[in-house]
């Protein structure tokens, strides 16, 4: 019984096992679609909610229902997010040294004059659900590079970026591994500095932002050369998100 409950949640004590299974009691008695989840996913939104299983079962209670709402078909088609995808701004391939999915996200290729907000949140939740896809069992987040070479005021997006961070934090907590934040103009910084309030104290430490001339050198810290993409001195092409493969 013991080690099939160590399979079941790999490093978590026995603490945080006991947190979980109350996470679990609480919910399943509220919804009943909490039983169709794993105790991976209930670790992660107790996680998200420093081990408070009251706070963690609103937080989850509050997903399930914005998941039957928000993706109602269980999944989101390329046929309801065809303006997003033609921007062609986002990419996935290759794993970092952790095993970690790779999503590179050039920052401006997103204009605010033509996005639609409903198709925007459908856009990160199909990018998200593609790379919880990608994961390899035993691994439960993901590496992003966003990149801002020519990022200006046309591509700034504040509402957008706030809508899609409230997605990752609230619907997929504990998710983000790391996020570098790469070849940052300086205009940006007084638009970070408004997102920087949004963030929960986890969301922030993930966030690195990376001088251009230790650009390659601190990629490689966690992405070996064979995995990183081809614009940033590794080896692999960048592929967009709708083309790549789990």
Known sequence: MELEDNQRLPGSDAAEKKKVASLRALVEGQNPAA????????RRFLRAR???VEKA???FLKYLEWRCTAVPNGFISETE?????????IFTQGFDKLGRPIVVYHVAKHFCSNRDMDELKRFVVYILDKLCA?????????????DLNGWGYSNCDIRGYLASLDILQNRYPERLGKAYLIQVPY??????????????KNTKEKFIFIE????KATLLEDIDESQLPEIYGGKLPLVPVEESTV
Request: proline residues 2%.
């Open 81 to 89: 997010i065809k303006n997003e995808l033609s921007h062609k701004e």
């Open 187 to 200: 205009i940006f910084m007084k638009v970070w500095k408004i997102i920087y309030q949004f963030l929960d």
């Open 35 to 42: 039983k169709e989840v794993d105790d991976l996913m209930l």
């Open 134 to 146: 990608r994961m390899p069992t035993g691994q439960e987040k993901f590496t992003c590079i966003a």
């Open 57 to 59: 079962s609103a937080l």
């Open 212 to 215: 251009n001339k230790d650009l």
């Open 50 to 52: 420093n081990l408070d």
